[in-house]
Structure formats: C-alpha cells, structure tokens
C-alpha cells in the first residue's frame, strides 16, 4: 500500500507498476523512439506494451513517425491501443514464430523486450536457474527476429550464471549494461540486461 509506484500506476492509467521500470530506462537510455518495430515478449498484463505503444507513436496519436507494436504471452489479455496482442501464445514455439513474421511482413524488429519471469519457487536458486533459462529463450528468439544494430532488454535475478549470461550476450551484441531501475522494489535482486548493437548472426 506504501509503494508510491502503484498509486503512480493507477493516476497514469498503466495496467501494472512494471511500466515504470521501463520509463526509467527509456529515460536514460532513449531506446524507444517512435517509428520503431517493437515486440514485448511475455507481455501480459500489458504495461510495458502500453509504455511502447506511447515512445514508438504505433497509435499514431502524434505527429512524426508511427512505431509498430507486438505483445506475445502465453496468457490471454486485454488489447492495448495502438499493439497487435498475440495472447495464448507462446513465443518459443515456432508457429508462432511464423506468425510474428507473417505480421512483420518479412521485416524485423528493432527492439525486444523481455519483463518475463517464472513462478517463484521461493527457492532461491532454483528462481535464478529458471529465469535465466527464460532469459536465453528471450535470447534465441532476439538472434532471429532483430535488426542488425537492434537492442534487447531482459530481466534476470541476480545469481550466478548472470554473469555467464552477460559474457553470451557480448558475442552478439556490440555493448551490454545491466540495469536496476529506480522502480525496483528495494528487496528485490531483479535487474535488466541492455544490449545493443546487435552484430546480426553469422552465416558460414
């Protein structure tokens, strides 16, 4: 009830407090800009869908260039202005996959982005083995559906294969930063990898 990010929430009409965390990057890091293709991996309830529909300009509500949208999760959820919802659907399975490229029209994105997490355990390492596998799945799909020069964000848990994880990230991406936001609660041992410049994927 304290948490001044959830009273923020509900005055700016975000779905969840989460939207903050990823105005506090943005704010820093500008990389949402309108025109951009952006897709939301495990978007559900929607809050950062709803941050990226505003800095990509995808509901057209300014003036400039318009962005593109897409939101991906396993569970259904309420359509956000200005994004193509993708809800029952899994990002890892290929078929949907094809249908993000059908979307895209053979294009790519320039921005991913990964909030997900898995159902904590409360066990701390067993968590940590968890979203770092969900982390490497948000990986594999950015090295197929990006832009050369395009940028990835992930949550992770702090433990130790974060590090192992920063060191795979450089190999495809030109800089790498890890990220707590402000917004993060204090107990919290969640933070975001930035990656960006993606070097596009090698073809022997």
Same mark, same amino acid.
Request: aromatic share 10%; with cysteine; net charge positive.
């Given at each position: 009830?304290?948490?001044?990010? !959830?009273? &923020?929430?509900?005055?700016?009409?975000?779905?969840?407090?989460?939207?903050?965390?990823?105005?506090?990057?943005?704010?820093?890091?500008?990389?949402?800009?309108?025109?951009?293709?952006?897709?939301?991996?495990?978007?559900?309830?929607?809050?950062?869908?709803?941050?990226?529909?505003?800095?990509?300009?995808?509901?057209?509500?300014?003036?400039?260039?318009?962005?593109?949208?897409?939101?991906? *999760?396993?569970?259904?959820?309420?359509?956000?202005?200005?994004?193509?919802?993708?809800?029952?659907?899994?990002?890892?399975?290929?078929?949907?996959?094809?249908?993000?490229? &059908?979307?895209?029209?053979?294009?790519?994105?320039?921005?991913?982005?990964? *909030?997900?997490?898995?159902?904590?355990?409360?066990?701390?390492?067993? *968590?940590?083995?968890?979203?770092?596998?969900?982390?490497?799945?948000?990986?594999?799909?950015?090295?197929?559906?990006?832009? !050369?020069?395009?940028?990835?964000?992930?949550? !992770?848990? *702090?433990?130790?294969?974060?590090?192992?994880?920063?060191?795979?990230?450089? &190999?495809?991406?030109?800089?790498?930063?890890?990220?707590?936001?402000?917004?993060?609660?204090?107990?919290?041992?969640?933070?975001?990898?930035?990656?960006?410049?993606?070097?596009?994927?090698?073809?022997?």
């Amino acid at each position: 009830m304290r948490d001044p990010y !959830v009273e &923020k929430a509900k005055q700016e009409n975000y779905r969840c407090r989460s939207a903050f965390k990823l105005l506090q990057i943005n704010e820093k890091y500008q990389i949402l800009t309108p025109g951009l293709t952006v897709i939301d991996c495990g978007a559900a309830p929607g809050s950062w869908t709803q941050v990226a529909t505003n800095l990509t300009n995808s509901h057209a509500k300014k003036e400039g260039p318009v962005g593109k949208v897409y939101a991906i *999760d396993k569970l259904p959820f309420y359509p956000v202005e200005g994004a193509t919802v993708l809800g029952n659907m899994d990002f890892t399975i290929d078929k949907t996959q094809e249908t993000l490229y &059908k979307l895209l029209q053979g294009n790519k994105a320039d921005v991913i982005l990964s *909030d997900m997490a898995p159902n904590a355990s409360g066990i701390r390492a067993i *968590d940590h083995d968890n979203i770092i596998s969900l982390a490497y799945t948000a990986l594999q799909f950015a090295l197929q559906i990006t832009k !050369v020069h395009g940028t990835l964000v992930v949550k !992770v848990w *702090d433990g130790g294969k974060s590090q192992q994880f920063e060191q795979n990230l450089l &190999k495809f991406y030109d800089n790498v930063k890890v990220i707590k936001p402000g917004a993060t609660r204090d107990e919290s041992t969640e933070k975001f990898f930035l990656a960006r410049g993606f070097k596009g994927l090698k073809i022997n």
